[in-house]
Every structure is written in structure tokens, then in C-alpha cells.
């Protein structure tokens, strides 16, 4: 007994440090795979309110560089709703804004936005007392940015799409080919499509747009192009490089999209039954 | 001894703010972000018990890691720094460095550069290989380390330099 305790004190920074590294080690190890990050994170009020501060002061900054992105998308939306506008009689034209929209879109406001790590996320300061929850899409003016992660109830946490943990499912425009969209690590601008067969036709310039499979995402929100491609595993798949629309290393303002069928969606799609 | 507590409760929250309001946004070439927090570990009081730096450094890496979305990885390095630097000390000041009472502050600029460097030799390196976690990726660890490294050591140098007692260059 004396033994252990002198022991004891006799290691005692050697365990304590021990300690402290298994602990640290444990949250990153966690932290490294979605949806696990439970103590670690930037949801917090106190953490998320130093960063909107932080934010408040730097959003200055760009000012005149969000003032045109909004813009142009101000011009773009004025551009398809004069399209829809078109096709729609009367007094239908008003109904587009009811419940039967199968998308609903909450904006926020961006108080935290990595892109330099190997595991990016992005802090919103909307979060479940707006009706965020996990696993819904986001998107930015050019294209999509990423899927809640983690909802607290003023702050949301946004896994980005640069991020070795995220895969996306996307399509090529114009043919029903799919494959999974991953990123590198490397290049913040470009994204990889992989396992996409070698029956596929996909050339350079061709778009990459959100598949009709995911629960996330709307189908036929924009990505990007084809960068360059290349026959992989001896030319059994390819493996194509996607320059992104979006401008991951400046956002401002993003949208969250809330789809009105999912939870049928995701009950179809899993047949789980005796869900509610 | 109450000076010092004053002192590195001032040291720690002031490094902290200026970690989270300037570091993280310099985002140099797009990626470097010196990591100037480090400097608490490497200023601190060398005769104060270890265990109590531990904790504290402890602290002090899991809030960047909580803002960060780093899960763990300061607070990792942070704690292995602190465990190495009784051994870096000596390297630097010599085996009889807490008889002499030495202060990192008052030492001359060498020196000072000497255990900044090592100090963030090893912060850095523990800090990108639980980043990256990943061992085919060796040589990205170091080339961040190398690279970041080089921008926390200048900034830190500096400030050091700034701050220091001794006037003298």
C-alpha cells in the first residue's frame, strides 16, 4: 500500500499528464468521425457568442463583397421567378410562397468559417429554436456548402463539404450518372467525384449538380465543373476533379433548407416501420 | 509570488484574445495562422509546481479547441508541451536553471529564440499529427509544422521581444 502511494506521488505529473493526453487524444479521435462530436464543440452560447462578436467586428471587412453577391443573386432569383411568373396564371403566381412548397430556406449568418484543416466545419447562428436540426442541407448563393451537423438552440454547426468526413451524392448534369462527392484535403476550390463507372460520359466543362438521391439536398442545386478527369483502379472508375461554384473561403450569409417530406423520404428509403 | 499570479492570469486571458481576435483571422497564404497561445506554456514561472501547468495548459487548449472545432488537438499538444519543457529547459539554460532562478523574459535573445523554437517543435508536431491523423501523410504534418511554425516563431519572438524587461538589441 505504501508502495502505491509513493508511486503515486512519485509519478504523480507523469500520470496526471498521461491523464490530460488520453482525455485530449479521446475528443480528437471522436471529433474525427460525423455525428460523434458530442463535448468538444462550437455550439456552445458562450463559445458561439464570442465568435458572433468576433465576427460583428471582421463582417465590416467585406462589406462591399457581400453587398455584390447578394446582388447577383437578387438578379438571378428576379430572373427564374419572372421565368416562373411566365408559366403560371393569375392568381397562382402568389401560391408559389404557401405550404405546398416542398423546400422551405432559413437564412443565417456565417459567425465561424474554416477552410485551412482537414476537418472544416462552419459555425451559423441559427439553431433547433428556428427549427434547425441535424442533417439538413446548406447552400450559398453559388451552390451547396455542407449539412448540419450539430443544432444547439441558438447556433448550428455545419459540417463543410471540405471536410474528410462528408460524402455527398451528386450527378452529372444531363445524364443520370451519380457518384460520391469527397474532398482531398488539399485544395479549397476543388472537390473529387469518385466512383463513377467507366460507362459514364463525362467530359471536361460538364456540371455537377446535388443527386436526386439525397435527404438533404433538393435535386439540381449546383456544384460545380469537371476539372479534369481520370480513369482509376485500372480504368475500372473514374476518379474527376470538380472545381467548385462556390467561393468556400468567403462566405457571408448562407441558406438552410428544410425539406417538407423528408422524414417519408428517409421511412421509404430505410423501410424502418413502427417509426411513429 | 501574488505578482505572478497576477501576471500569468493576465498573460493567459490576454493570449487567449489575441489567439481568437487576430491570430485566427490572419489566415496568411490562406492557411497560416500562428498559434501565439503558446507562449503562457513557454513564459511560465519555471520554479511553480508542473501540475499546475498542466492543468492550465490543459485549459487553455480545450477553449481553442472548443472554438476551433478541433476536438482535442490543442489541448493534446498543449499538454505535451508543458510535460517537455522541464527537458528543453535544461537544454537551453543548462542543468542548474532552477537553482539560478532564471526568467525566459530577462535571458538574452538566443536564448530566448532557442527555446521558443524548441518548444514550438514539439507543440506543432503533436498539434498537425492529430490534425491530419494520418501516418501516409507524414510528410504534410511536417511540411505545416515547418511552415507555421516558422510564422508562430516570428510572431512570438517578437512579442516576447516586446514585452521583455531587458531593453536591450
Known amino acids: 500500500m505504501q508502495n502505491i502511494i509513493n508511486f503515486l506521488i ?110 472544416n466545419y462552419i459555425t451559423i447562428d441559427i439553431g433547433t429554436n428556428q427549427g434547425i436540426k ?80 439525397s435527404t438533404s439536398f433538393p435535386p439540381d442545386i449546383m456544384i460545380g465543373t469537371v476539372k479534369k478527369v481520370a480513369l482509376i483502379d485500372t480504368g475500372s472508375r473514374y476518379d474527376i476533379e470538380v472545381k467548385l461554384f462556390n467561393d468556400l473561403t468567403d462566405l457571408g450569409y448562407v441558406n438552410v433548407i428544410k425539406m417538407r417530406d423528408e422524414r417519408a423520404r428517409k421511412r421509404v428509403d430505410t423501410l424502418i416501420v413502427g417509426d411513429e | 509570488m501574488n505578482n505572478d499570479i497576477v501576471l500569468n492570469t493576465l498573460r493567459f486571458i490576454g493570449l487567449l484574445l489575441l489567439q481568437f481576435f487576430v491570430m485566427d483571422q490572419i489566415l496568411f497564404l490562406g492557411y497560416i495562422n500562428p498559434m501565439v497561445y503558446i507562449l503562457f506554456i513557454v513564459l511560465y514561472p519555471m520554479s511553480n509546481k508542473r501540475w499546475t501547468l498542466l492543468f492550465l495548459s490543459f485549459a487553455l487548449g ?54 521558443i523554437g524548441l518548444s514550438i517543435v514539439v507543440h506543432h508536431l503533436v498539434y498537425y499529427s492529430l490534425i491530419i491523423f494520418n501516418v501516409v501523410q507524414v510528410l504534410e504534418i511536417l511540411k505545416l509544422t515547418l511552415v507555421v511554425g516558422i510564422a508562430t516563431f516570428f510572431v512570438s519572438f517578437v512579442l516576447t521581444v516586446l514585452f521583455s524587461k531587458k531593453a536591450s538589441l
Do not use: C
Open chain 1, 134 to 213: 441535424n442533417d439538413m442541407g446548406v447552400i450559398a448563393a453559388n451552390g451547396i456548402v455542407g449539412l448540419i451537423d450539430k443544432a444547439g438552440p441558438k447556433y448550428a454547426r455545419v459540417i463543410s463539404v471540405l471536410n474528410s468526413n462528408m460524402s455527398l451524392n451528386a450527378q452529372i448534369k444531363g445524364t443520370s450518372t451519380i457518384g460520391s462527392l469527397v474532398w482531398t484535403g488539399k485544395d479549397p476550390y476543388v472537390m473529387n467525384l469518385i466512383d463513377v463507372p467507366r460507362l459514364a460520359k463525362v467530359k471536361k466543362g460538364d456540371t455537377i449538380i446535388t443527386g436526386l438521391q
Open chain 2, 62 to 115: 480545450i477553449i481553442i479547441d472548443t472554438y476551433q472545432d478541433t476536438g482535442g488537438a490543442h489541448a493534446a499538444a498543449a499538454v505535451t508541451l508543458t510535460y517537455v519543457r522541464p527537458f528543453l529547459l535544461k537544454l537551453v539554460f543548462g542543468e542548474s536553471y532552477l537553482m539560478r532562478n532564471v526568467k525566459v523574459m530577462e535571458s538574452s535573445l538566443d536564448r530566448i529564440a532557442l527555446i
Open chain 1, 10 to 119: 512519485k509519478y504523480r505529473n507523469l500520470l496526471l499528464y498521461l491523464f490530460l493526453m488520453i482525455l485530449s487524444v479521446a475528443f480528437t479521435v471522436q471529433s474525427h468521425s460525423h455525428h460523434r462530436n458530442m463535448f468538444i464543440h462550437s455550439t456552445g452560447n458562450l463559445t458561439s457568442s464570442m465568435l458572433k462578436s468576433r465576427s460583428d467586428v471582421y463582417s465590416y471587412f467585406h462589406l462591399s463583397e457581400r453587398n455584390k453577391v447578394l446582388q447577383r443573386e437578387n438578379a438571378v432569383l428576379r430572373m427564374q421567378l419572372l421565368a416562373a411568373g411566365d408559366t403560371l396564371l393569375g392568381e397562382e403566381t402568389t401560391r408559389i410562397f404557401l405550404d405546398t412548397v416542398p423546400y422551405r430556406i432559413m437564412p443565417a449568418r456565417v459567425i465561424k468559417n474554416d477552410f485551412h484543416k482537414r476537418d
